[in-house]
């Protein structure tokens, strides 16, 4: 199994609160992936990092930002947290680029998000 | 845009039953596409992948065979296993399009001993 780990793996938080999660990987991969899961949508990109302090928006990007000043770590902070970033989120990996078509990702095991 | 559409689950098996999920996608150029798996309380791990059209992947009795002409990669297993329940998420990578990787919608899988 590839080395992803995501902390914490279960937050309750307050609408209003920052959070703050957190994926490490053991890999030495450089490219490093957000994904948000929601019933009926699959996974949706959140944001993506293609080295230390290079990074970009993906498909659903609005009230997060993130962060990465190691390799092997990838930050992703919620400023002012709403219900509506209620959701399990997992980080990914992967040695090449998507756009190598033979890209393949390897997940974490996910942080369950409850915001009230 | 690329899209992917996959069949809604759940769906319920008896064990050792034919599985079917189908999957059909929409690209533009050359997209690879793949099988990820996610079994309860862990992450997705990638199941199988075809990079060309007419490429078969395979593992672990599953496979799935791209084809441009109907832009499908349905799944299939020929007896499925109590192991087997999980949700299963269909999944393209273009380079065209914008560079990432679409996710379907996933389809839930249950197989009843």
């Known amino acids: 199994d590839a080395g992803i780990t995501q902390s914490p793996r279960h937050k309750v938080t307050e609408t209003g609160t920052p959070v703050t999660l957190r994926c490490h990987q053991t890999?030495?991969?450089?490219?490093m992936y957000w994904y948000r899961q929601d019933p009926g949508h699959g996974l949706r990109l959140i944001h993506y990092s293609y080295g230390v302090k290079d990074t970009d928006k993906g498909e659903v990007s609005d009230g997060y930002s993130v962060s990465r000043s190691k390799t092997e770590d990838f930050l992703l902070t919620l400023e002012s947290a709403t219900s509506s970033q209620t959701s399990v989120y997992f980080c990914?990996?992967?040695?090449?680029?998507?756009?190598?078509?033979?890209?393949?990702?390897?997940f974490g095991p996910g942080t369950r998000l409850t915001v009230l | 845009g690329n899209s992917v559409t996959q069949m809604e689950g759940p769906v319920t098996l008896s064990e050792e039953a034919f599985l079917t999920i189908n999957c059909t996608y929409t690209a533009t150029g050359y997209p690879s596409l793949f099988w990820y798996v996610q079994y309860p309380g862990e992450g997705l791990q990638l199941l199988l992948k075809a990079t060309k059209a007419d490429d078969k992947g395979s593992n672990k009795g599953f496979e799935a065979t791209y084809r441009k002409e109907t832009t499908s990669f349905h799944l299939e297993k020929g007896s499925v296993q109590v192991s087997d329940s999980a949700v299963y998420f269909c999944?393209?990578?273009?380079?065209?399009?914008?560079?990432?990787?679409?996710f379907g919608a996933g389809t839930r899988l249950f197989v009843k001993a």
């Open positions: 999944a393209l990578n273009s380079n065209t399009g914008g560079f990432k990787t679409i």
């Open positions: 890999e030495n991969h450089r490219y």
């Open positions: 990914a990996i992967s040695e090449s680029w998507v756009g190598d078509l033979r890209n393949e990702q390897f």
